[in-house]
């Protein structure tokens, strides 16, 4: 057996389920099965694998650190190329660059920056792989002042349609780096290292977060959204609508981080300070000195591992009145104590020659649910997914990252950007070899299997 064929994986050897399981980090797993699995351990097993996926004329899909929600890369029959184990890092202090492997997580890779002064944007959440969150685009801490975090690639090492591995960057392959910036599941190679620009660390991180009841909900939420234009960039704000333990209606709680300078700090979080309706918060937390590990510590307790998620979202540009009164059904209807709705004023980007990416707005609403039970699949879907439809006319588009378009299809890029991704895929990946955004055939959802049925009835 050579080294190759003891990495991979076919259906029903040892291995292959846990791989399968493995490959989604949500505890609710996709009922589908690839004919094999690859547990790559570098760029020529990654090679090889397209090489043998096409000879056998299977279609081929790829994880890194498995953060897809829905579980993308898990598809019905198929070559699946697992990335779990690449996970390298590289820092080149002194140049500001770094290379890394698909599968680093954002807790490791800013560790090792923060040994050299420097930081990186990496997911919200420590544990999020970088290969599908650069590709999607990229929410990271500071994604306001830094762009997302796709705007820092410079460069990418990929294996093409053929089986070849090339050295990406914008001299030598600008189609092939704009797709890499913002297609998300649509991309049409296998990313195995990213070469990114890294970025100097922050003196000072300051944080402040107010929980106010269940009655001040609107207000808050409009406060927030009307006055995200006026605040620095550096300023990260957002909302969340949740239980809070002891407080039996749903709370908001506004939360700003600031990354700053001790001189500038306390004036990034004056604006809010100075809200209206401050006086009424039942808790409160007012400048506190925190710490990237503080931040992803704050966002691992809010999305635990071993729950059962469905999480979606749209931007949104329209005037607040308008937001509120058509996203009520989700704000009011959170399905269990675990969920919440994440309400995150990013407030605009414009878009770039070079990146595909191009949806965002002022504001992510953003369903998140959150349960244990299988028995509640239907409600935690239903929520997530069939409520948020009622935003579709102040909505324009979703973020591949938390994007389920086979249970809400919904555009991740403008029309002309998604026309140039489909024109490139024809080039790049001529007889479609790569899987691409999931289709409602392909859902295993208790959501896609209730429409079947409703369908056949
Ligand atoms: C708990 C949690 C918190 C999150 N927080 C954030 C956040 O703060 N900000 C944010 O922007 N997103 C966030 N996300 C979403 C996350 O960024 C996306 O789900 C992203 O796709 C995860 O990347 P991954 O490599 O871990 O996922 P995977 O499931 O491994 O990959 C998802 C898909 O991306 C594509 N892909 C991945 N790697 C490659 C590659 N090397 N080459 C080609 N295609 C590839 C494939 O189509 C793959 O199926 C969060 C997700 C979770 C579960």
Redesign the pocket.
């Known amino acids: 057996m050579t080294d190759f064929e003891s990495r991979l994986l076919v259906r029903g050897a040892h291995g292959y389920e846990e791989a399968r399981l493995g ?4 505890e609710r797993k996709p009922d589908r099965r690839p004919d094999a699995i690859l547990v790559a351990a570098g760029d020529r097993d990654v090679q090889e694998g397209v090489r043998w996926g096409v000879a056998r004329g299977l279609r081929v ?9 829905i ?4 598809r019905d029959g198929g070559l699946l190329i697992d ?2 184990a ?1 996970d390298e890092v590289v820092v080149d202090a002194p140049n500001r660059r770094a290379t890394v492997r ?2 680093v997580q954002g807790t490791r890779f800013n560790a090792l920056l923060a040994a050299e002064g420097l930081v990186f944007p990496s ?3 420590p ?15 500071n ?1 306001r002042a830094l762009g ?2 796709c705007f820092s690639v410079e460069g990418v090492d ?1 294996v093409l349609a053929d089986g070849t591995l090339v050295h990406a960057t914008d001299e030598t392959h600008p189609d092939l780096m704009w797709a890499v910036r913002g297609a ?4 049409f ?4 290292r990213f070469h990114l620009r890294v970025h100097p660390a922050y003196d000072q991180i300051l944080r402040s977060a107010y929980v106010f009841p269940h009655e001040l909900r609107d207000e808050v939420l409009a406060w927030s959204y009307d006055t995200v234009p006026e605040v620095s960039d550096s300023l990260e704000l957002s909302a969340k609508v949740a239980c809070t333990p002891g407080v039996e209606r749903p709370t908001t709680t506004i939360t700003a981080a600031a990354f700053c300078t001790p001189q500038d700090g306390p004036e990034m979080l004056e604006p809010l300070e100075r809200a209206p309706f401050l006086r009424h918060a039942l808790r409160r937390i007012e400048r506190r000195p925190s710490s990237l590990d503080d931040l992803y510590a704050l ?2 307790g809010l ?1 635990p ?1 071993g729950r059962r ?1 469905a ?1 979606d979202g749209v931007w949104t540009d329209a005037p607040v009145e308008r937001v509120l009164d058509a996203g009520q059904e989700v704000l009011d209807g959170i399905p269990t104590r675990e969920s919440f709705l994440l309400w995150m004023l990013w407030g605009g980007q414009p878009t770039r020659e070079n990146a595909c990416w191009s949806t965002q707005g002022r504001l992510y609403f953003s369903p998140n649910a959150v349960w244990r039970d299988p028995a509640d699949d239907l409600l935690g879907e239903t929520w997530a997914h069939d409520s948020l439809r009622a935003l579709d006319p102040v909505a324009h588009g979703t ?4 994007a389920n378009p086979a249970d809400r299809p919904d555009h991740g890029l403008r029309a002309e950007q998604a026309a140039r991704l489909e024109r490139l895929r024809e080039r790049y990946d001529p007889h479609g070899l ?3 955004y999931l289709s409602p055939e392909e859902s295993t959802t208790a959501l896609a299997v209730r429409r079947r049925a409703e369908r056949t009835a």
């Open positions: 490959a989604v980090w949500n899909s790829v994880r890194s650190g498995g953060h897809s929600w579980g993308n890369g898990v990335l779990s690449l698909p599968a997911g919200h959440c544990s999020v792989g970088v290969g599908g969150f650069l590709l999607g685009g990229g929410y990271g801490w994604s997302p975090a990929a998300g599941p649509g991309f190679a296998v990313v195995t966002s691992d999305t591992k998620y999480v973020q591949f990252a938390d790569f899987r691409t």
